[in-house]
């Protein structure tokens, strides 16, 4: 036993703080033990003793112990235990049917009579069972989701109001059919690699092509041959005969627009294009030179639908076609940025310049001044493309659909 010696008449250990004089309580180890053949619960006075030679006493401080921490009590853990996931064969019980009816009615309900039916369906409102989406996925080999496949940089998504515009009407309209649309950004090589392996591990039933370009053949490519169910938004340059599309009329949309400046007036009109490696840049420009006809290529300048890009196209027309008074731009977002280039030269819109977009997307009504545009459906774009997605998913052939635009004559022309 390790060596002890008194400090006030209780034994002390030296390897205990309570042995220091900087102990600030008495601690366990000081307490007195019973004397021999005493129980240790009887109530006694511990003697006085000497101190041994040598040993100075002490005081012993009197400070109360410190208080114990409290703590919030613990409810016991059987309150907090999640209820067993409801089963079919909890269902089946319920109801009184066997787990084969039950499993007709989840599937369609067929070969079950009325009244089997109807005491499976109680029986599932009152055991709270859910249908286990990825199992029923398993075994039927579908996902009951779609992709939203959009291959552009992600902030093309955020920058261009088009995208979620025609997300929200395609998330609406599957979900009409109980269906989940599944975003898949898909602007580089990388990304794309990824999204064509999601889609075709079957993970969707399908895919909604967004904003396709003519330099993504292979990607597409691996689409189609994989025997992917696949309807795009505008046509998919390159896969015209193999993809499915609704797209909006951009080459009359865009020959009307440059009819309506012909008729107020304008006589010296440039365009902003947009991208050559998409149908709708190309339809647009096309629409345009057939009302205009040939056309300077000076006052003609290219962007990629960001509103940057109409900035800079339309200061390039300053510098190229100073004399112009009118532009249209293949975009709305474009348009509002060819207002600011002219704004900061000193142009007066419509009264010097007048400006003309394509889309009427929110910024269209939002901008000052507020601008005339070509309006395009988008939200019957979307349920279009839900509809035609599913009629392939089911085993029809892919169609093509092109939906008029419409003119909107506002401020800026």
């Known amino acids: 036993m390790g060596r002890s010696f008194q400090v006030g008449g209780a034994t002390a250990h030296p390897w205990s703080r309570c042995g220091s004089r900087r102990c600030d309580a008495v601690c366990a180890h000081s307490l007195t033990r019973p004397a021999p053949g005493r129980s240790r619960f009887a109530k006694s006075t511990p003697a006085r003793r ?24 613990l409810c016991p853990v059987t309150d907090h235990r999640p209820r067993r996931r409801p089963t079919i064969e909890d269902v089946a019980r319920a109801s009184g049917v066997s787990r084969g009816t039950v499993s007709r009615v989840l599937n369609g309900g067929h070969w079950v009579s009325d009244g089997a039916r109807s005491a499976v369906e109680k029986a599932i409102d009152s055991t709270g069972y859910r249908i286990n989406a990825h199992a ?41 059919q109980d269906m989940t649309l599944v ?17 075709r591990t079957g993970r969707v039933d399908g895919a909604l092509l967004v904003s396709s370009h003519a330099g993504r053949l292979a990607f597409l490519q691996d689409l189609v041959d994989a025997h992917v ?16 599309y609704v797209a909006a009329d951009d080459v009359e949309g865009a020959r009307r627009m440059a009819a309506h400046l012909l008729a107020s ?17 190309r339809d647009r420009l096309a629409g345009f030179r057939d009302e205009v006809g040939d056309v300077d290529p000076a006052r003609i300048a290219y962007g990629d639908y ?6 800079a196209a339309m200061e390039q ?53 507020t601008l005339t545009t070509m309006r395009q459906p988008f939200d019957r774009i979307a349920h279009e493309m839900v509809r035609m997605l599913l009629e392939v998913i089911g085993g029809r052939p892919a169609g093509r659909l092109t939906l008029p635009t419409e003119l909107v004559v506002r401020e800026s022309a």
């Open 136 to 176: 029923r996925s398993l075994a039927t080999a579908r996902g009951d989701s779609v992709a939203f496949l959009l291959t552009e940089q992600q902030e093309r998504f955020f920058d261009d109001p088009n995208f979620s515009t025609l997300m929200r009407g395609a998330a609406d309209a599957l979900a009409e």
């Open 50 to 73: 000497r101190p041994a030679a040598g040993l100075v006493p002490l005081p012993v401080h009197r400070e109360p112990l410190p208080s114990a921490p409290t703590f919030p009590r």
């Open 306 to 311: 960001s509103r940057a890009s109409g900035d």
């Open 183 to 199: 975003l898949l950004l898909a602007g580089t090589d990388d990304d794309q690699r990824r999204a064509s392996d999601f889609i």
């Open 317 to 369: 027309l300053l510098r190229t076609a100073p004399d112009l008074d009118a532009v249209f731009a293949a975009n709305d977002v474009m348009a509002a940025g060819a207002i600011d280039a002219l704004h900061r030269a000193g142009r007066r819109v419509p009264d010097d310049v007048a400006v003309a977009g394509f889309d009427d997307a929110p910024i269209a009504s939002r901008n000052s001044p």
């Open 265 to 281: 007036g304008r006589e010296r009109i440039g365009l902003i294009a947009g991208p050559q490696d998409t149908s709708g840049g």
């Open 229 to 244: 169910p696949v309807i795009s938004c505008g046509a998919p340059l390159g896969h015209e005969r193999s993809i499915g």
